[in-house]
Nanobody
Framework: QVQLVESGGGLVQAGGSLRLSCAASGTIFRINTMGWYRQAPGKQREWVAAITSSGETNYADSVKGRFTVSGDSAKKTVSLQMNSLKPGDTAVYYC???????????????WGQGTQVTVSS
């Protein structure tokens, strides 16, 4: 059983910063990627950022230059530093990981329960 637990959401004014964290636990052999998605009310879930086990990072255009994703593969954690937040960043943010639970077998995708980020204007 694999669990992803997020923390760090909250309410912030436009222009402010928040840091989200996520920790993976359970039966994990190897993590391929960890990252973040978000879902605003009435919209589809969208990809935000990801980091691979080798440290390569990628970002959605909407957050590039404002958000920074970082990870610690040994601790099985990923963080998202969000700066210069805008009201349009308001959403539930979900931690996501593509990983191998066992040495043999396939990789699976796991999700956290989500954490609310609200940016007021």
């Amino acid at each position: 059983q694999v669990q992803l637990v997020e923390s760090g959401g909250g309410l912030v004014q436009a222009g402010g910063s928040l840091r989200l964290s996520c920790a993976a636990s359970g039966t994990i052999f190897r993590i391929n990627t960890m990252g973040w998605y978000r879902q605003a009310p009435g919209k589809q879930r969208e990809w935000v950022a990801a980091i691979t086990s080798s440290g390569e990072t990628n970002y959605a255009d909407s957050v590039k230059g404002r958000f920074t994703v970082s990870g610690d593969s040994a601790k099985k954690t990923v963080s998202l530093q969000m700066n210069s937040l805008k009201p349009g960043d308001t959403a539930v943010y979900y931690c996501n990981s593509d990983l191998y639970p066992f040495r043999l077998g396939q990789a699976y995708t796991y999700w956290g329960q989500g954490t609310q980020v609200t940016v007021s204007s």
